[in-house]
Nanobody
Framework: QVQLVESGGGLVQAGGSLRLSCAAS????????MGWFRQPPGKEREFVVA????????STADSVKGRFTISRDNAKNTVFLQMNSLKLEDTAVYYC????????????????WGQGTQVTVSS
């Protein structure tokens, strides 16, 4: 079992940037694919981006491609989500998740979740 804690959310103007962090503890971190998901108000949770345990491959949702970047530091048991050129529609609760499967986009493939961090983009 991996415990995950997100941080870095907040209020930002459209066009701005935020960097989310997800700190992991518990079982070894390096063997997991790590993903970021988000849940906009009144909508279902959706895939954002994922990275393999080595960091060598990523998978990115079309809605954020070219704006969001995932990275990880296995030595620090931390995964990051750099969000640039933020849009109003990026407003959501962002969740970090861990999976033993490789680069899946389905939330059901992830069995370890953080508590979420709110990102609000204003005009």
């Amino acid at each position: 079992q991996v415990q995950l804690v997100e941080s870095g959310g907040g209020l930002v103007q459209a066009g701005g940037s935020l960097r989310l962090s997800c700190a992991a503890s518990g079982r070894t971190f390096s063997g997991y694919t790590m993903g970021w998901f988000r849940q906009p108000p009144g909508k279902e949770r959706e895939f954002v981006v994922a990275i393999t345990w080595s960091g060598g491959s990523t998978s990115t949702a079309d809605s954020v491609k070219g704006r969001f970047t995932i990275s990880r530091d296995n030595a620090k048991n931390t995964v990051f989500l750099q969000m640039n050129s933020l849009k109003l529609e990026d407003t959501a609760v962002y969740y970090c998740a861990a999976s033993t499967a490789t680069l899946r986009r389905n939330p059901s493939s992830y069995n370890n979740w953080g508590q979420g961090t709110q990102v609000t983009v204003s005009s």
